[in-house]
């Protein structure tokens, strides 16, 4: 996916994984970057410094969308709400308010994945399988009784329509749920047993000025390790590539053979060469 493509919008479960991938490919923003872009989008009108700001915080959209899972809504359709938000906070953004962008653009991309969650709430996915779409088609109409179906009912119905019992019991307990308020009630409205998706809908583990942090943070050490690899000599630095950082790690015994000494002998080695990078990053 090149900067040229529709990068605004995910595309089907096939192409979601590219998606991210190539929206974290994309570079960070410092912040003077940023100000100079988002002065050059409100004093000069220039598209393609807010082309630049918005892709440069995709990724934050798909952290956030992934955030709002569970809810029977599909991840681009979420990522894509939160990308129109996005879009919103780079228009709206002022850069001589000494914020960051993303620290303005949350308000907005919650925003937009919130009305998208209002707007689905009573769409559930109460029918994905063959069995369960036969019932919900079905099961109003084998209903000879307002309330529950007794465990006889639930037989018949059953063997009428051809599937297991607890299907039964679950497409009605399905098809019976009341819908839930989005919003929280007020006081004297909520009885305190219920919490509406509202109070639980938000997952506020990770916010956006803790995921910048911690992505810096990260960053910093991978600069850090980097430095510290090169003072290493070339053996030190391939015997600790290979016993930690390598996907497939390799033996004691194995490294022993390739350079020709003991495998105690690589110990030692290794041993060395941790106790100086860990200097070097201290």
């Known amino acids: 996916m090149t900067q040229s493509m529709s990068y605004l919008v995910p595309g089907s479960d096939s192409s979601l994984d590219a998606y991210v991938r190539a929206a974290g490919k994309i570079s960070i923003l410092q912040a003077d970057e940023e100000k100079e ?7 000069e009108g220039d598209l393609e410094a807010a082309k630049k700001l918005v892709m440069a915080h995709l990724r934050f959209v798909i952290h956030i969308a992934k955030s709002y899972s569970g809810y029977g809504l599909a991840l681009p359709d979420l990522i894509q709400e939160g990308n129109v938000g996005l879009m919103k906070a780079v228009k709206r953004f002022d850069p001589e308010q000494g914020v960051r962008l993303i620290s303005f653009a949350v308000h907005w991309i919650r925003a937009e994945m919130h009305e998208f969650i209002i707007r689905n709430w009573k769409i559930v996915k109460v029918a994905t399988t063959k069995a369960q779409r036969k019932l919900f088609f079905n099961l109003r109409s084998s209903k000879k009784r307002l309330g529950w179906f007794n465990q006889e009912e639930i037989n018949n119905v059953a063997e009428a329509l051809n599937v297991k019992p607890e299907v039964v019991v679950e497409m009605e307990a ?10 929280k009630p007020d006081n004297h409205q909520s009885d305190g047993l219920l919490l509406s998706p509202e ?16 992505y810096d943070s990260a960053l910093n050490q991978q600069m850090s390790l980097k430095h510290a690899l090169d003072q290493l000599d070339d053996r030190s630095r391939e015997i600790v590539e290979c016993r930690w950082l390598n996907e497939k790690k390799v033996t004691l015994t194995k490294l022993a053979e390739r350079y020709k000494v003991s495998a105690e ?4 080695l290794e041993n060395k060469a941790i106790k100086q990078l860990q200097q070097s990053m201290s």
């Not at 109070?199 to 942090?213: F, G, R, S």
């Open 199 to 214: 109070e639980y809908v938000e997952d506020t583990t990770a916010e956006p000025l803790q995921l910048i942090e911690r």
């Open 174 to 183: 399905r098809l019976s749920a009341n819908d839930v308020t989005f919003d």
């Open 265 to 268: 002998r690589i110990r030692q």
């Open 37 to 43: 872009l988002a002065k050059k989008l409100k004093y």
